[in-house]
């Protein structure tokens, strides 16, 4: 059988461990729903806790997305002679493509041949089969080279160098399937594409396409030129092999230098922790920390929820997994870089709800940090799955109440993403939450008290399927502006854009704050494309001091493979696409995003979780190095005192001199994307800069103007509220 992608994985008893152990015992062949720790494998039982349990019992029972007892119940149907014709058909064909699922590529092979064998030849069954086949050999192309034999250009789009598959054969089997497969249904655009990513892995594109199925590169040409990014985290060890998951780069340690964290979707895979030397390199701290006691989560957020000085991280569960989500969140306190889980003591275990996004913020103007929670809610569908949104206000004694019905916020939808700020400017913290289904604006109201104006703001949209979204001040005049993706289409929408077909589609929305109003401006600022982002988080690539949007693309589907997309902001004005020529377009699944100066020399560098939902789709984690681009900066790292510590809900403007007359840039400390994992501090990109004239910083509880006098350029300073002046820090320059 070929081997798991997981098997290169870090040892945390996760996944894959357990996938040998049900194999090697025959476990799943017992078909038992059961979720309960004396059902787990005999291996396991001794150290049987509540996420291995719950590990367990997921993987051993009948999830769609992860339930190896439905696998086991699937063969032992097939197994009736009375099943026959194409009822049996169908059940073969899901076992085959759950089997895949699972990381047995061998076996779904096997039986994909199987059944093209039994099948009359032409027929539209075996053209079904075939192109189902393609897709098992193209994961078991990208698993023997992209993941096998990975390196900085494995799966960034278009193909080339290291990215080239040198393991040949399963990318020209899957090549070969595809073309079969358009001879029956040549107008097939999902294929299409398909069969132009085969032969961009076999360096055979363009040559080997026929133009009728030919897709062009020049459709993926980026507008303008920002540099290449090359992925430094094979040589860092930062580049671990997961599912799906979240990612937060921060100072955990307080030592000054950012720290990396991430999550993943496997139910029995670890935190992952690597505190940053100092020196160029990265130490693996997940168990000293304690970081790896916790298993599953996929995405988390970070708060500094008791006032301590340093962030404190919700890791969240049950995404995607309806009534089997309903397993508890981790409230994680940061002792000094050391991680205890505190969620029964602080209130946060019940009721367990199924949920992927959350924001920390000073809700009620008190100074410390609540907690808004935003779960999946299918009470409209199946009153057994409502799943009201929680708002949990801080008591300020390391415990919180969940108060969302009397402050009017259960949102009680399929919540997908949450971003906080004060988008009307009267100094507290609003909530965007987007859903599938319509979206929500909850205008902050004082006394925890919250009005959904979104139909009459008109920011619900997309209000079919919306995904990440977050508060930013993309043209810098001082107003939070929205931008709420999409999370409809696939692979066929990618090729007819490509193609130049016109074909419906949903699209991004960038709403225009004017002056607590918006206007829809997605379609005049160029991000009327195309994408399907699960991930996704805004920073400023070029330092020039505007803020640009990568969108990490992809869906739980194997076939979903197609290029994460960045635009750079051009002066507040429009987005331009620099995916290709920065190097971005990364093939594998987005989620978790954070743009963060790791090597302290003033530019934001990339780092992103990647991985799919299923088993067979776990993929490395990339960082994204940024070139440079000999801009000026300033970055400053907020404490407050009347505030919460971590100066959630701040404003700062920022005024330089530019040898074209003065300029302002405006930040909001805390409005994060709900799937990307930037750091506190502000990294503040100030381009050609003279000189810095003042920084204002209002602050959120008082409303409080703080002036910065006399700050130097290209410098990192410390600034705590009411105090006289800021602190100068100086940090190691470091070298990856």
């Known amino acids: 059988m070929t081997r798991s992608p997981f098997s290169h994985a870090p040892a945390h008893g996760s996944l894959v461990a357990f996938l040998a152990a049900v ?4 476990a799943c062949g017992t078909g038992d729903d059961s979720d309960s720790p004396s059902d787990a494998p005999t291996p396991f039982t001794p150290h049987i806790d509540e996420f291995t349990a719950i590990g367990h019992g997921l993987l051993e029972g009948s999830n769609e997305l992860l339930g190896r007892g439905l696998t086991a119940r699937m063969r032992l149907a097939l197994e009736n002679p009375e099943l026959v014709g194409k009822d049996r058909f169908q059940l073969e064909l899901a076992l085959a493509e759950r089997l895949l699922r699972e990381g047995d590529i061998d076996g779904s092979i096997a039986m994909y041949s199987a059944l093209l064998a039994a099948a009359k030849e032409g027929s539209q069954r075996a053209y079904t089969i075939t192109r189902a086949l393609g897709l098992a050999h193209l994961r078991a192309a990208e698993n023997a080279n992209c993941v096998a034999r990975h390196v900085p250009d494995c799966c960034i789009f278009p193909l080339q160098g290291g ?13 070969d399937c595809f073309a079969q497969y358009l001879e029956f249904k040549p107008n097939h655009l999902a294929t299409r594409w398909l069969l132009n990513v085969a032969a961009l892995a076999l360096g055979t594109y363009p040559d080997a396409v026929p133009a009728q199925h030919r897709i062009p590169l020049e459709a993926f040409e980026s507008e303008e030129e920002i540099g290449r990014f090359v992925d430094v985290a094979p040589r860092l060890g930062l580049d671990t092999l997961n599912l799906c998951g979240g990612a937060s780069v921060e100072d955990f340690d307080g030592d000054g230098l950012l720290d990396v964290l991430t999550s993943t979707y496997d139910p029995l895979g670890a935190l992952s922790f690597f505190t940053n030397g100092g020196d160029g390199t ?31 991280v919700l890791l969240l569960r049950g995404a995607w997994f309806t009534r089997d989500g309903q397993m508890r969140n981790s409230l994680l306190r940061n002792d000094g870089g ?5 969620t029964r003591a602080a209130g946060l275990a019940d009721p367990a709800r199924p949920t992927q996004a959350a924001a920390f913020g000073d809700f009620d103007g008190d100074g410390d940090l609540d ?11 199946d009153p057994e799955q409502d799943f009201p949104s929680q708002l949990f206000e801080n008591r300020g004694d390391g415990t919180f109440v969940d108060v969302a019905r009397a402050a009017g916020v259960e949102n009680d939808r399929y919540g997908k993403g949450v971003s906080i700020g004060d988008f009307d400017n009267d100094g507290d913290l609003d909530i965007y939450v987007s859903n599938f289904g319509p979206n929500r604006l909850y205008r902050n109201d004082g006394g925890m008290r919250f009005v959904d104006v979104a139909p009459e703001l008109r ?26 993706t999409s999370y409809v289409g696939g692979t066929a929408e990618l090729a007819a854009e490509a193609l130049g077909i016109a074909r419906e589609h949903e699209r991004p929305r960038l709403y225009h704050n004017v002056a607590g109003r918006f206007d829809e401006v997605g379609v005049e600022a160029g991000l009327d494309r195309f994408v399907l982002p699960m991930g996704a988080n805004f920073g400023d690539l070029d330092a020039d001091g505007w803020l640009d949007i990568y969108l990490t693309t992809g869906d739980p589907s194997l076939e979903s493979i197609f290029p994460n997309v960045m635009f750079r902001n051009v002066g507040g004005a429009r987005f331009a696409d620099v995916t290709t020529s920065g190097g971005f377009g990364h093939l594998q699944k987005g989620h978790g995003v954070a743009f963060a100066d790791l090597d302290n020399d003033g530019d934001q560098d990339v780092f992103h979780q990647l991985g799919g939902f299923y088993p067979v789709d776990a993929f490395h984690n990339a960082l994204f190095l940024n070139p440079g681009h000999g801009h000026r900066f300033v970055s400053l790292e907020l404490s407050g005192t009347d505030s919460n510590a971590g100066a959630v809900g701040a404003r700062i403007a920022v005024f330089v001199a530019t040898p074209t007359g003065p300029r302002a840039i405006h930040r909001a400390v805390g409005s994060v994307s709900s799937f990307g994992g930037s750091p506190r501090r502000q990294e503040i990109g100030l381009g050609d800069a003279t000189a810095i004239e003042r920084v204002e910083i209002v602050w959120p509880r008082s409303g409080a103007r703080q002036v910065l006098r006399d700050v130097p350029l290209d410098a990192f300073l410390s600034v705590t509220e009411g105090a006289e002046s800021f602190e100068r820090v100086e940090l190691p320059r470091l070298s990856f």
Do not use: I
């Open 371 to 381: 907690l808004y929670v935003v779960n999946e809610s299918m009470q409209g569908l």
């Open 459 to 484: 920011v619900t949209q997309p209000d079919e399927r919306s995904f990440a979204c977050w508060f930013f001040d993309y043209d810098n005049d001082g107003w939070l502006d929205l931008f709420v």
């Open 338 to 342: 050391s991680f205890v889980d505190v």
């Open 282 to 312: 990265f130490e693996d701290a997940s168990a000293s920390s304690h970081a790896s006691d916790q298993l599953g989560g996929l995405n988390l957020v970070t708060g500094d929820y008791d006032g301590d000085g340093d962030s404190d």
């Open 23 to 26: 194999a090697l015992l025959g």
């Open 163 to 175: 990215g080239v598959h040198t393991e040949r054969e399963p990318a020209q089997r899957a090549f």
